[in-house]
């Protein structure tokens, strides 16, 4: 039992990566923590239980990674997710600070995986968990416990006692035993995003959010990040700005994970409900044209569009979850997914008359292209005429959302008057925004989450005690 | 479509799981998995033999129940094993044996070490069964040495005749990949592979049990019971060898080969199959086959009373209750040796197997990468 009654060092609240890993490096520093997970057991760890991997800077080769990637290739990749919306200082500190993280986590306890190829061909940049994010929450939770972390499930946060910047109370609601108020001297807000809530993306995408599939866990409500900003601290990051991917419009509502995702679209072309293309689906190599078709998607009517290939292409790209829907004839095909068929017709025979020759090869920008259609297909553009044709339905997945508070490099919130807070600390997709304006690069989030979380929990122990 | 509702639940996963891959670097199962892209009965079976049970794919999985997408490979793959094992059995009419094998197996047991008690007393005086007798050729006042060697050699030879012929059925459903029997570099990674149990380590933390905290300890169990049968087998081989080549006869001094192999296999069969059953009554239930309790159980038990009947007989070999001991052993053992085709012994030779066309199929395919 934990005993709430008493006045901890250092609340967490929130119970993924971020929140684990301030946990841990605050009672390493020698505060006692309480953590406090909104989600039951099962669902611990927010988004992180569907992760996989994890960027870090390093400078030469190692067990799991090729190498080197370095500070300054880690931060131009960062400028071009981002199109420069990023906080330079913050950005270069927590890169500086990925190196070490490497070794920090496995002394948590997490284990990589040498990197086994296949279809992700990120063993340069990005480290793997082995075993996956739950596997890596499931080590971190581990070492928590041995520490001497508490931790409280189903302990969701109802309001928070904060005045002139300073953090007093956190009132708790559990399913048994109600409301209680919980004492600390700091706080470490690590609750995640808001896009497990509809209604408050409904606020910016209108409508159209009610088509969006949540690809993480239900319980990121944005509860905290709501109170905190209602109480002073300030945002960043734009609200409409979210990380979303094209993932099948089969999968559930929510907590869907990694297997819904498609990587087809660059084996065919992506058309809306009337049959009509609305980008070129070869413009980019993977994963950075994986990132960009959640919101091409939302844009779409009815935010639905569908994956069109043929069968030479079939084994070309992961196994999926749902078998795509085939049809005999294109006509047919149009039938299943209830699109015109004359339209979908006109469309295929206008792309295969456009690609012109050319030596494909997917893991270049190829000279496979198409000459004379709007929009184009840049490269990776064959003709789609071998039956039976086949199709993917996709609609917007959102992993996460980017608005989030305002930190410096302690981790520490910023307040609206631009002072830092007396006791206040964020680590985790709360504060991505602070680093991300905008896109995504693989394995970014748990860099984000690692760097910030260890250095939350390290200034959070210290602002306790002094 | 699949020839049992198990194999189709298998095939569901293994569909799940080859789009996700996180397990990937857990143990051989993922990565044979990937190989595929749908799966016949046969890959199942052959995914489910090379299946450990460590439960570290269970523990890490984010689709594991209570999710919807309910994915629970540790258990799934270890109905399917079982009902592989019925499925391949030879001759088909004794498929059946693993439908209740722990009573099957206890049956046998029982009678064949009452066939021992009454045929000791029904070929000998009255007196020869719990008289006191000593020094060379002491248990062949019971039973003459030719009888003990045919009988038990039968007993063997059917017993391997019967698991080579199920080893085929198993070959072939799983279809042999080329060269697999003349690849001496994949049948020596099998080897090693089964030797240290390299898939039962949770991807290097330790199997996963009563809870998420993994330990080696089934490990260590299994090794215990593994090579106390071993040194327990061999123990009988050098015996043998001791009466025919050179013509010393049984009970040996303590100090003997036979002897010392016996006792210290016996001691690991003592502790082996001890710590198996208790970790098998901690284990989680989610993670077990609960339909194969019975099997497993028995299977255990019959090592523990082979090493324990034959340690008795050591310590008591001097005293009237020679006899009897005596009776008890070489029944436990004759039970264990005719049942093996028929229980959970199988399950180290198709796990073997397949152990074998993993390593097979990792050699070509590092080859045909290299190409």
């Given amino acids: 039992m934990v005993d709430l009654t008493r006045r901890f060092d250092v609340l967490v609240i929130g119970g993924g990566n971020a929140a684990l890993c301030a946990a841990i490096s605050a009672r390493r520093a020698g505060a006692s923590v309480l953590v406090l997970e909104g989600a039951p057991k099962f669902y611990r760890g927010g988004n992180t239980r569907h992760t996989r991997n994890m960027r870090c800077a390093h400078d030469a080769a190692t067990e799991i990674l090729t190498g080197p990637y370095t500070e300054e290739e880690f931060w131009k990749d960062l400028l071009v997710v981002t199109g420069g919306q990023t906080d330079e200082e913050l950005a270069r500190f927590m890169i500086h600070e990925s190196k070490d993280i490497l070794n920090w986590i496995v002394e948590q306890g997490v284990r990589w995986q040498p990197s086994l190829g296949g279809t992700l061909s990120l063993g340069r940049t990005n480290s793997f968990f082995l075993g996956g994010g739950r596997a890596m929450l499931n080590a971190l939770y581990r070492t928590a416990e041995e520490l001497g972390v508490d931790i409280l499930y189903d302990a969701e946060v109802i309001d928070l006692v904060i005045e002139h910047g300073m953090f007093l109370s956190a009132q708790l609601k559990q399913p048994v035993g109600g409301k209680t108020e919980v004492r600390a001297s700091t706080l470490v807000a690590a609750a995640g995003g808001f896009e497990a809530n509809i209604e408050w993306l409904k606020q910016y995408w209108g409508e159209a959010a009610d088509n969006f599939l949540i690809r993480g866990t239900p319980y990121n409500r944005g509860a905290i990040l709501k109170m905190l900003l209602a109480k002073g601290v300030q945002a960043i990051g734009d609200p409409t700005q979210c990380h979303a991917v094209a993932i099948d419009a089969r999968a559930p509502k929510f907590d869907g994970g990694i297997i819904t995702r498609h990587d087809s679209v660059v084996f065919g072309i992506v058309v809306n409900k009337h049959a009509e293309r609305f980008y070129d689906e070869g413009e980019d190599i993977w994963p950075k044209r994986y990132a960009i078709w959640g919101r091409l998607v939302a844009a779409q009517p009815d935010q639905i569009a569908y994956i069109i290939f043929d069968s030479t292409v079939v084994t070309s790209f992961m196994p999926t979850l749902f078998p795509p829907i085939a049809g005999a004839t294109i006509a047919e095909l149009a039938g299943k997914l209830e699109l015109d068929a004359a339209a979908l017709e006109k469309t295929i025979t206008d792309f295969n008359a456009a690609v012109q020759p050319g030596t494909f090869d997917h893991t270049i920008l190829d000279d496979c292209r198409t000459e004379g259609i709007t929009p184009a297909k840049t490269h990776w553009a064959r003709k789609i005429e071998t039956p039976p044709y086949l199709a993917y339905p996709v609609r917007p997945g959102i992993t996460f959302t980017y608005l989030g508070t305002r930190v410096n490099r302690e981790a520490r919130m910023l307040m609206k008057d631009g002072k830092p807070s007396a006791n206040m600390f964020a680590a985790g997709e709360i504060m991505a925004g602070n680093v991300l304006g905008k896109g995504y690069a693989a394995g970014i989030g748990m860099t984000i989450g690692s760097v910030f979380g260890r250095v939350a929990g390290r200034e959070a122990a210290k602002n306790a005690r002094n | ?371």
């Avoid at chain 2, 999985?61 to 258990?75: I, R």
């Avoid at chain 2, 028995?298 to 006899?323: D, K, N, P, V």
């Fill in chain 2, 1 to 371: 479509m699949h020839g049992t509702r198990i194999l189709q639940e298998a095939d569901r996963l293994m569909t799940v799981c080859n789009s996700c891959r996180y397990c990937e670097g857990l143990c051989a199962v993922f990565p044979a998995m990937e190989m595929r892209r749908a799966f016949s009965d046969g890959d199942l079976n052959y995914l489910a033999n090379l299946c450990h049970a460590c439960g570290a794919c269970y523990t890490d999985c984010q689709f594991s129940p209570p999710h919807e997408f309910n994915v629970n490979v540790p258990k799934t793959l270890a109905v399917a094993r079982a009902e592989s094992y019925a499925a391949y059995a030879w001759p088909r009419a004794f498929a059946g044996a693993f439908a209740r094998n722990g009573l099957v197996i206890s049956l046998i047991a029982a009678l064949s070490v009452a066939a021992f008690i009454f045929g000791f007393a029904a070929v000998n005086d009255r007196g020869v069964l719990t008289g006191i007798h000593t020094g060379p050729g002491a248990f062949y006042k019971l039973m003459p040495h030719n009888a003990m060697a045919l009988l038990f050699g039968a007993a063997l030879l059917y017993a391997i005749l019967a698991l080579v012929m199920g080893v085929r059925a198993f070959w072939r459903d799983i279809g042999e990949p080329v060269g697999m029997t003349t690849d001496a570099k994949s049948l020596l990674q099998a080897v090693r592979d089964a030797g240290e149990l390299r898939y039962l380590d949770g991807g290097g933390v330790g199997c996963f049990n009563e809870d998420d905290h993994p330990t080696d300890r089934r490990k260590l169990y299994h090794h215990f019971t593994f090579y106390g049968f071993a040194l327990c087998f061999a123990a009988t081989c050098v015996g043998t060898l001791y009466h025919y080549l050179l013509a010393r006869e049984a009970p040996y001094s303590w100090w003997d080969l036979p002897v010392v192999l016996g006792t210290l296999g016996g001691i690991g069969l003592v502790v082996g199959p001890i710590g198996l059953l208790s970790e098998k009554w901690k284990r989680d239930r989610v993670l077990v086959d609960e339909q194969a309790m019975g099997m497993d159980t028995a299977f255990i038990l019959m090592l523990f009373l082979t090493s324990i009947s034959g340690l008795a007989l050591l310590l008591w070999r001097e005293a009237a209750a020679m006899g009897p001991l005596l009776a008890l052993h070489l029944g436990v053992v004759f039970a264990l040796f005719i049942t093996m085709p028929y229980g959970k012994f199988v399950h180290g030779i198709y796990r073997f197997v397949a152990l074998v066309r993993y390593a097979r199929e990792r050699q070509m395919m590092v080859q045909g990468k290299a190409e």
